[in-house]
């Protein structure tokens, strides 16, 4: 009986024990750089060599800074001006309406949506954020520091406008 | 049998323990009992905190696949595991107290979960996920009522450089948690693992 009750003690302080999952490390292999990147989209390779894979490029941050951003044309979904990593969305719950509802904005300084997302498709007014405007980021986008594959000539709202008030 | 006898059966059964207590020792000497009771004592005290330590981890929270395959699924998505820095929290730093007392009193309502775990009260995600809301509950009525006493383990308040937390934290932090108006749960909800339907559920 001492002994089974031993035998479990010892068992159970061993299963407890740290289990550490052995993981390969090794070094990163030397960077393939693709050359003129950015420009080249439309050779498969890019020209990196054959025998040779290039590196990813590095990741894009989040712009996180806070301040509204211009709209680029007339009833542009404005952009989201911060990170929302890990902001929950789901058919549970509606992170971004924490600050952005109309009872909150004013406590944590948060534009509040505008009046159209509390009506519905037959024009009835809701208490909260109307189902189809739900999903925010499905029209509402944070932006990164990534550089555009191709240049663009498109020009904005804003630059337009003070172009042609200049001609 | 009357009550009186089931008392008078006791006492005859305990007597012979009783009056071994109650008497002097016969062989062993006064220096070998306390010093022996006091190895004892170290060696019990040793015994018992290293094995609630060993309930203290997150090889044995996740032992259970209830805990694996749910939350520790959904934590690893999260920064309180995956980060910059690679420093990380484990299940026991946000569920359990780390002071001694406060340990103490949550390991006892712990046991409440080794019963639902021996009857299998969250064993398939549907039934999780039907308990989820209360199951949160109970930990946001916990950190609510300690003042968030486990995130403020790691984070607090005093250590934070304001100034290189965005513009909106920085504001939001200074208004509410500095003054004491707001605790951490109260906007940190869902930070570690995916919220329950928060319809009707006061936020922020």
Redesign the interface.
């Known amino acids: 009986m001492r002994h089974a009750l031993l035998l479990l003690?010892a068992a159970?302080?061993i299963?407890?024990?740290?289990?550490h999952e052995e993981v390969p490390r090794r070094a990163p292999s030397e960077r393939v750089t693709v050359t003129g990147a950015g420009q080249q989209i439309d050779a498969l390779r890019r020209g990196v060599p054959i025998d040779q894979e290039a590196s990813p490029v590095l990741l894009p941050r989040v712009e996180?800074?806070?301040r509204p951003r211009p709209v680029n044309y007339e009833m542009q979904p404005p952009t989201i001006p911060?990170?929302i990593?890990?902001y929950?969305l789901?058919?549970?719950?509606n992170?971004c309406m924490?600050?952005h509802t109309r009872s909150?904005a004013e406590?944590?300084?948060?534009p509040e949506v505008s009046d159209a997302h509390y009506v519905t498709r037959d024009g009835k007014v809701l208490e909260e954020i109307s189902p189809r405007r739900y999903f925010c980021v499905q029209c509402h986008v944070p932006q990164t520091d990534a550089q555009p594959l191709v240049e663009s000539r498109y020009r904005g709202l804003e630059a337009r406008s003070t172009s042609e008030t200049t001609r | 049998m009357t009550r009186s006898g089931i008392w008078n059966r006791i006492r005859s059964w305990l007597a012979p323990y009783w009056s071994a207590i109650r008497s002097p020792s016969r062989f062993y000497s006064l220096g070998f009992l306390t010093l022996g009771g006091f190895l004892a004592g170290v060696i019990f005290w040793g015994a018992f905190n290293?094995?609630m330590e060993?309930?203290n981890?997150e090889?044995?929270c996740t032992?259970c696949h209830e805990m694996n395959d749910n939350v520790f699924a959904e934590l690893k998505?999260?920064?309180h595991y995956n980060n910059r820095s690679g420093v990380r929290a484990v299940c026991p730093d946000c569920h359990v107290p780390h002071e001694w007392t406060y340990k103490i009193a949550r390991k006892m309502q712990a046991s409440k979960e080794v019963w639902g775990k021996i009857f299998g009260s969250v064993d398939t995600r549907e039934k999780f996920l039907k308990m989820r809301l209360d199951l949160a509950q109970h930990e946001w009525a916990r950190m609510k009522a300690n003042d968030s006493r486990e995130c403020r383990n790691c984070h607090q308040y005093d250590s934070m450089d304001l100034t290189r937390q965005?513009?909106?934290a920085a504001?939001?932090h200074q208004h509410y948690l500095g003054t004491g108006e707001n605790t951490c749960i109260d906007?940190h909800k869902?930070?570690a693992h995916?919220?329950?339907?928060?319809a009707g559920i006061p936020?922020?």
């Open positions: 003690i159970t302080l299963a407890c024990g740290p289990r996180n800074f806070d911060h990170a990593d890990n929950q789901t058919v549970n719950t992170r924490l600050c909150n406590k944590f300084l948060a | 290293t094995a060993a309930t981890t090889a044995f032992g998505t999260t920064i965005s513009r909106r504001n939001i906007c869902g930070i995916q919220l329950p339907s928060m936020q922020g």
